[in-house]
């Protein structure tokens, strides 16, 4: 597989790879940084652990997974700039627009109610897609999600799925929290490319979850803005987990 980045969530994501015995390739647009957080993988990665390397190339065209470990709207960008090099890949989008790839950041004062409504605008208006906050492109659209933006731009044969975003770069170091497996919420319209997405993750000592079209993305990147801000007023910082139990 290759992720594309190379930042604290790709680490998470190579290191539970790297752990199920996969083959991990990093590609990031600084060839000095993606060797660096190879060479770290090598070094930490156990016995018997997945091969590893580090790359500046496009690197996908014999890719069956692209995990595009970046921030919206990168991953669309990217989308756009491989084109058909993607074909055949399933690509898989971990991104949040309102959240920085599972980085905690600073509290915020609780919030009185209408505040969601006074900050956007209006219920329903497009918010802040990251750190930057609204700015020409890097605003999402009104009822879609950052998966249906890439999916909009990938080539054809090159399916989106969504996962991994409600999980943390932290917890996805050890794969666990409170002694259990992470759940992986996963979202797309294609059967194979989730079975390939599930397996992945069941084959890194995760619980892969089924939630149905891709559209569901767009309640998945909003829960993972909720998760972030219950954990703020809990002050359990990046390491718990959207679990479901029964």
Not at 18 to 31: E, I, M, P, T
Not at 144 to 170: L, R
Request: net charge neutral; charged share 20%; glycine share 12%.
């Amino acid at each position: 597989m290759t992720i594309v980045g190379a930042g604290r969530m790709a680490r998470g994501l190579a290191t539970r790879a790297l752990a199920g015995g996969h083959r991990v390739r990093l590609v990031d647009r600084s060839r000095a940084k993606a060797a660096e957080l190879a060479e770290e993988l090598r070094r930490r990665a156990r016995n018997g652990a997945g091969e590893v390397c580090g790359s500046d190339a496009i690197a996908v065209e014999d890719a069956d997974l692209v995990i595009l470990a970046v921030p919206y709207p990168r991953g669309r960008d990217i989308a756009v700039d491989y084109g058909t090099a993607l074909t055949g890949s399933v690509l898989v989008d971990v991104s949040n627009p309102s959240d920085s790839l599972g980085a905690p950041g600073p509290a915020r004062p609780r919030e009185e109610p209408g505040a969601c409504a006074a900050r956007t605008g209006s219920p329903g208006a497009p918010g802040p897609s990251g750190p930057s906050g609204p700015s020409g492109a890097d605003v999402l659209p009104a009822g879609t999600s950052a998966a249906e933006q890439i999916a909009a731009e990938a080539p054809p044969g090159a399916p989106v799925v969504k996962a991994f975003n409600t999980n943390t770069a932290d917890t996805l170091l050890t794969g666990r929290v409170a002694g259990r497996p992470l759940d992986v919420l996963i979202a797309g319209d294609e059967g194979d490319a989730k079975r390939s997405v599930a397996h992945l993750a069941s084959s890194c000592g995760l619980r892969p979850l089924d939630v149905g079209p891709l559209c569901r993305a767009r309640e998945l990147e909003g829960l993972r803005l909720l998760h972030r801000a219950a954990t703020e007023r809990l002050g359990c910082g990046p390491f718990s987990a959207v679990t479901i139990l029964s």
